[in-house]
């Protein structure tokens, strides 16, 4: 068996030492992969010590991964070649602070600017409304589907939030909800709708019993466990990719021709907000985001306002109108 290269052994030290600050484990599980292309670079580059590492080498290797396509073999995106570079300026940080290293390589290092992107879609009221109400909700997989989907709208939340709530985290009385362990590590608590509230009440004392029969001993064992709000069939665990194909397939149904997935109902929820005139603050903490910037980016998704507006007051607009009346009175 080959023993573990110089990058692994600090590698494995500088994950370990993150764990010991309360990182988020998904955050962690994440970074093993970003280690895996700085040694593909190595080995073409023939360095075989990463702490002989300068700031040489990492700017290369920033050139090497803007032109390192995906697995998919797509180009890599501005936003995921900053992740892999921000970890590794904490890790050579690392380095340095605990003596491996004598200097810090990415101490001057910059990050490339990421484009102030919106988000590409956003469900109107109406085209959210055919979507949540296309479940048949007289079979129990359909009512579970439609509650999946009133939750998803009322709060915002992202689809492993939802995948990890369990039914401690439902308080019915108070209409909230509480999101353990979310992006970053963060917990925190949102309101839930009226109507989301009356059928994760008619969910977990009536349906969710009934997908909890066909569950084996196992399944009983693991529930006991972590009795998980939304589960399958077997009474188990949702899987990842059933979520999203259930968010995929009523959208089908309702024949919306805009690519739905779990990421852009909760852009849907934060823009009609806003759009109600919500408090940005109060959209900020409902959706866990750490920065007010990254909420802010909704307020510009408001943009049929802003073409009524631009209608209603602008004189050109206004001249149009007039036009187009004159020229009905005198045809």
Not at 8 to 18: G, I, T
Request: hydrophobic share 35%.
């Amino acid at each position: 068996m080959n023993e573990p290269t110089n990058l692994e052994l600090l590698q494995a030290r500088y994950l370990n030492h993150l764990q010991l600050l309360n990182y988020s484990p998904r955050t962690i599980a994440a970074m093993p992969s970003y280690f895996k292309l700085l040694a593909r670079f190595m080995a073409e580059v023939k360095l075989h010590d990463v702490q002989a590492m300068t700031s040489t080498h990492l700017l290369d290797f920033q050139r090497w991964l803007y032109y390192e396509p995906t697995w998919k073999d797509t180009a890599r995106s501005v936003a995921s070649q900053n992740r892999v570079l921000s970890v590794l300026r904490g890790f050579f940080r690392f380095l340095k602070q605990e003596g491996y290293t004598s200097h810090d390589p990415a101490a001057e290092m910059l990050l490339a600017r990421e484009p102030d992107a919106l988000p590409r879609n956003v469900l109107t009221p109406q085209e959210a409304r055919r979507i949540i109400e296309a479940p048949d909700v007289q079979t129990a997989l359909g009512y579970r589907d439609r509650t999946i989907l009133e939750v998803l709208y009322a709060t915002g939340i992202r689809k492993n939030e939802l995948m990890n709530l369990t039914l401690a985290d439902v308080n019915l009385d108070e209409e909230l909800l509480r999101i353990n362990d979310g992006k970053g590590g963060r917990d925190r608590v949102v309101p839930l709708s009226g109507i989301a509230c009356s059928f994760l009440e008619s969910y977990i004392k009536a349906i969710r019993p009934e997908l909890l029969q066909g569950r084996d001993s196992q399944s009983k064992a693991r529930q006991s466990n972590t009795p998980r709000l939304f589960i399958s069939l077997r009474g188990r665990p949702m899987a990842r990719n059933t979520v999203g194909a259930v968010v995929e397939k009523y959208a089908k149904q309702a024949r919306i021709k805009k690519h739905v997935t779990c990421h852009l109902w909760r852009h849907t929820c934060a823009t009609h907000l806003l759009k109600n005139n919500a408090n940005l603050r109060h959209v900020q903490e409902m959706l866990g985001h750490r920065s007010l910037a990254t909420t802010e980016r909704y307020l510009r998704l408001t943009i049929t306002d802003l073409k009524e507006a631009h209608r209603k007051f602008h004189p050109r607009e206004a001249s149009t109108r007039n036009v187009g009346t004159r020229n009905k009175s005198g045809a």
